[in-house]
């Protein structure tokens, strides 16, 4: 079970860090990603971490601004927000990646949390 936590209402400009957090006893199997929700849109690939957390991926929207990290020991994954823009509003979710097809996509995850609200003010 995937919990997602640390959203909250910014100015622009702002930062956030948001974490994950897996109750179970093989996170450190999985490679985790964070997707984003906006209201009236498609839920969007945001960034992943492999399973060492040595190799990540981001979209180029977030890229330089966003930044994932894992703690196995901790059965955590963050995502460390900085320099955050209006159009980054959203409910943001983790998920860990089934094993097989592109991390970019979301049919490829399963286990999905309950998402964190992130609301950027101009």
């Known amino acids: 079970q995937l919990q997602a936590s640390g959203g909250g209402l910014v100015q622009a400009g702002g930062s956030l860090r948001l974490s994950c957090a897996d109750s179970g006893r093989t996170f450190r199997s999985y490679v985790m990603g964070w997707f984003r929700q906006a209201p009236g849109k498609d839920r969007e690939f945001v960034s992943a971490?492999?399973?060492?957390?040595?190799?990540?991926y981001y979209a180029d929207s977030v890229k330089g601004r966003f930044t994932i990290s894992r703690d196995n020991a901790k059965n955590t994954v963050y995502l460390q927000m900085n320099t955050l823009k209006p159009e980054d509003t959203a409910v943001y979710y983790c998920?860990?990646?089934?094993?097989?097809?592109?991390?970019?996509?979301?049919?490829?995850?399963?286990?999905w949390g309950q998402g964190t609200q992130v609301t950027v003010s101009s």
């Open positions: 998920a860990a990646h089934r094993g097989s097809g592109s991390y970019y996509y979301d049919v490829h995850y399963g286990n």
């Open positions: 971490i492999s399973r060492s957390g040595v190799t990540t």
